[in-house]
């Protein structure tokens, strides 16, 4: 997939990089599906459904705009994949797009032209798309909205941290969550929005509730953890990808091996969030997507539980979301 920024892209990510029929799947799906004919009499209906649910006038610029493509694939693409943005390789220009497989959420009627609307499917995918449109192409837009970037980061060290809790039991101790509370936020700060240390560290310090001396010990046993024998790429950044970040997490918590890998941890995040959330541990706009699905109410993935997590910063966060795209869109 094509990367217009600086921030990271599918390609960059460990997770998509073990699954390489992605890449094929995804390609296939620019080259071949079908797209829905937005200048078709019929698609107004669509364009009325979205104006109906009163979430955002911008959300019907997005669907309208050339930059937006609906695909009316004949089987759906994997559920990480509903939104992604990549060149459209069938447009001479090759510009870059946004692509949403509109499979069981904008389907023909099979007796007459009319459209059958998941309105809040629709909505869902809509939000994501605008989130994805400016990851690519203005991620300073993105970036400098703090407060928007603020509960992101909780909403995502929530997350993480309640694996790890249910893995290894860490809320028994409470400096140890706040340790992984810390780290998570600083792995989303650093690792995912490529953010500097020294602008993350005030943010995660805030989230995790502890004070300088606190997060400067941690910083020293990250710097240390880095060295030890049996991390993999020492000498590269410690939240570079979700591989990376759990084997010096590991190691600075003391967890054991046979309880935090990649791979337990991978699989526990998919069982309690969704398997559509799967890239959300490395990659923006699936994380984004994956809050701003649950405030929509559409059930793609497991919403109560990410409501549980998260809370009011779920909510908090996919207000901020709407502004940006109503901004812009």
Same mark, same amino acid.
Request: glycine share 4%; proline share 2%; hydrophobic share 40%.
């Given at each position: 997939?094509?990367?217009?920024?600086?921030?990271?892209?599918?390609?960059?990510?460990?997770?998509?990089?073990?699954?390489?029929?992605?890449?094929?799947?995804?390609?296939?799906?620019?080259?071949?599906?079908?797209?829905?004919?937005?200048?078709?009499?019929?698609?107004?209906?669509?364009?009325?459904?979205?104006?109906?649910?009163?979430?955002?006038?911008?959300?019907?610029?997005?669907?309208?705009? /050339?930059?937006?493509?609906?695909?009316?694939?004949?089987?759906?693409?994997?559920?990480?994949?509903?939104?992604?943005?990549?060149?459209?390789?069938?447009?001479?220009?090759? $510009?870059?797009?946004?692509?949403?497989?509109?499979?069981?959420?904008?389907?023909?009627?099979?007796?007459?032209?009319?459209?059958?609307?998941?309105?809040?499917?629709?909505?869902?995918?809509?939000?994501?798309?605008?989130?994805?449109?400016?990851?690519?192409?203005?991620?300073?837009?993105?970036?400098?909205?703090?407060?928007?970037?603020?509960?992101?980061?909780?909403?995502?060290?929530?997350?993480?941290?309640?694996?790890?809790?249910?893995?290894?039991?860490?809320?028994?101790?409470? /400096?140890?969550?706040?340790? =992984?509370?810390?780290?998570?936020?600083?792995?989303?700060?650093?690792?995912?929005?490529?953010?500097?240390?020294?602008?993350?560290?005030?943010?995660?310090?805030?989230?995790?509730?502890?004070?300088? $001396?606190?997060?400067?010990?941690?910083?020293?046993?990250?710097?240390?953890?880095?060295?030890? $024998?049996? =991390?993999?790429?020492?000498?590269?950044?410690?939240?570079?990808?979700?591989?990376?970040?759990?084997? =010096?997490?590991?190691? =600075?918590?003391?967890?054991?091996?046979?309880?935090?890998?990649?791979?337990?941890?991978?699989?526990?995040?998919?069982?309690?969030?969704?398997?559509?959330?799967?890239?959300?541990?490395?990659?923006?706009?699936?994380?984004?997507?994956?809050? /701003?699905?649950?405030?929509?109410?559409?059930?793609?993935?497991?919403?109560?539980?990410?409501?549980?997590?998260?809370?009011?910063?779920?909510?908090?966060? /996919?207000?901020?979301?709407?502004?940006?795209?109503?901004?812009?869109?």
């Amino acid at each position: 997939m094509d990367q217009s920024s600086n921030l990271k892209s599918y390609s960059d990510t460990y997770l998509y990089s073990k699954y390489p029929k992605y890449s094929q799947v995804l390609t296939k799906a620019i080259m071949d599906e079908e797209m829905i004919d937005k200048a078709s009499t019929a698609f107004k209906d669509v364009e009325y459904e979205v104006k109906r649910t009163r979430v955002s006038d911008s959300l019907v610029r997005i669907l309208t705009s /050339t930059n937006t493509v609906l695909l009316n694939c004949d089987d759906p693409l994997p559920k990480a994949f509903k939104v992604f943005g990549a060149k459209d390789y069938r447009a001479r220009d090759k $510009r870059f797009k946004v692509f949403i497989d509109c499979y069981g959420v904008i389907t023909k009627d099979k007796t007459s032209s009319a459209y059958i609307v998941d309105e809040m499917k629709l909505v869902s995918h809509l939000i994501n798309a605008g989130v994805t449109m400016v990851y690519y192409k203005n991620p300073t837009l993105l970036l400098r909205r703090s407060q928007m970037i603020y509960k992101a980061a909780t909403c995502f060290a929530k997350c993480f941290t309640a694996i790890i809790d249910y893995l290894v039991k860490i809320s028994i101790q409470e /400096t140890s969550k706040a340790k =992984v509370l810390y780290l998570s936020a600083m792995y989303f700060l650093c690792g995912i929005l490529d953010m500097d240390d020294d602008k993350a560290m005030p943010i995660a310090k805030k989230i995790a509730e502890i004070s300088d $001396r606190e997060a400067g010990m941690i910083n020293i046993l990250v710097d240390r953890a880095s060295q030890v $024998r049996g =991390v993999a790429n020492a000498d590269n950044n410690c939240y570079e990808n979700i591989k990376r970040f759990i084997e =010096v997490l590991r190691t =600075v918590m003391h967890f054991n091996v046979k309880a935090i890998s990649v791979d337990i941890v991978v699989e526990r995040w998919m069982k309690q969030y969704g398997p559509g959330t799967m890239l959300a541990m490395e990659y923006f706009p699936a994380f984004s997507a994956m809050m /701003t699905d649950a405030y929509c109410g559409a059930y793609l993935n497991q919403q109560k539980t990410i409501e549980n997590v998260c809370k009011t910063e779920m909510v908090d966060y /996919t207000k901020q979301v709407l502004g940006l795209i109503e901004s812009i869109a």
